[in-house]
Structures are given as C-alpha cells and as structure tokens.
C-alpha cells in the first residue's frame, strides 16, 4: 500500500483494521465495521488492511497479531485495539 502514509494523515479520521483471512473473529469483525461506516458515513473512514500482504505496514504500525485495530488522525494514532 503506496499511499498508507497519506491515507492516515488526513483529516478525517482513519479506522484501520488489520486482519487475515483465517482470522474468523476478524470475519465478524468486518460486519460490525460496514455497520459502524454505514452509521458514521463520511465522518471516519474504514481500512481494512490485509497482514500477510503488507507486512511491512504491520512492521511499521506495530502490529503483531490479527483482528488489532488503530484510529489515525494527521498521521497519529489516536486510538489502538
């Protein structure tokens, strides 16, 4: 993902969630958070970020396990999960 460091510096806010595909909790999870992006619609954006394909935002971001998620706003963490 080229473009991570300008999706988090935006003004709005960025919930990112880092999850992999035999993570069955972060399958739940992606329900919740179309429910919460449908409720909150342009105030927040909604990432979800693949960890075996971009392990090296995961490295960067800290990231050690599945179903972890971080709020950014102007490329600082706000909130972590």
Avoid: Y
């Avoid at 919930?15 to 429910?35: A, G, R, S």
């Avoid at 954006?45 to 075996?52: G, Y």
């Amino acid at each position: 993902m080229e473009n991570f460091k300008n999706i988090i510096s935006q003004e709005t806010p960025v919930l990112i969630d880092f999850f992999n595909t035999t993570c069955d909790p972060c399958e739940m999870l992606t329900l919740v958070l179309k429910h919460a992006k449908n409720n909150l619609g342009k105030r927040v954006d909604v990432l979800q970020i693949n960890l075996d394909e971009n392990q090296d935002i995961a490295k960067q971001c800290q990231i050690h396990s599945t179903a972890t998620m971080l709020l950014f706003q102007k490329g600082e963490i706000k909130w972590h999960s």
